[in-house]
């Protein structure tokens, strides 16, 4: 697999509203670990959107890993050219920090939001721009990803699709594994 979209929760859908919040700890960790095991298997570039949550996080993680995977490009493909501005200005900082160190970044529909057949045209640009999914979801607590998840599994029915998915129970099973490592550390 070469190029993987990265997406997931909102960061309100997983109640995370901090740099310094634990849940967002494992997370990251989660993310460095699934996105190490694509690179060592060849992943080229990390495509994602610009959502606060799974997609800025995982564009973080990545920026850290390209010290170790020099090679790796990452894309911040918006779904539309006005995305984020109705944000907090602190978010829209982030969002134009990580755009400017992002190897590529453009909007899918180059127009404002005009309604949710955007979304869907972007689905079906991700998925045709991309060779698997990487998604943070739980099929038992109902969210955003959903709709990614659903367009990802009937994009299966014509292409050969990998979806990764992360759910609830492997991020806890992530959170035991950390909080051992850091008593090991003590």
Known sequence: MKRLWVSGYRSYELGVFGETDEKLKVIKYSLKKQLTQYLD??????ITG???????WSLQ???ELKADYPALKLAMMLPFNDFG???NENNQAQ???LKARVDFCEPVINAPYSGPQQLRQYQQFMLTHTDGQLL???RESPGKPEYDYHAARQYQDQQDYPINLVDFFELQDIATELAELDQQEF
């Open 41 to 46: 298997d060849g992943l080229e570039w990390v």
């Open 50 to 56: 610009g959502q606060m949550g799974i997609e800025q």
């Open 61 to 63: 993680v990545a920026i």
């Open 85 to 87: 501005q109705q944000w």
């Open 95 to 97: 969002l134009s920090q």
């Open 136 to 138: 943070y979801y739980d």
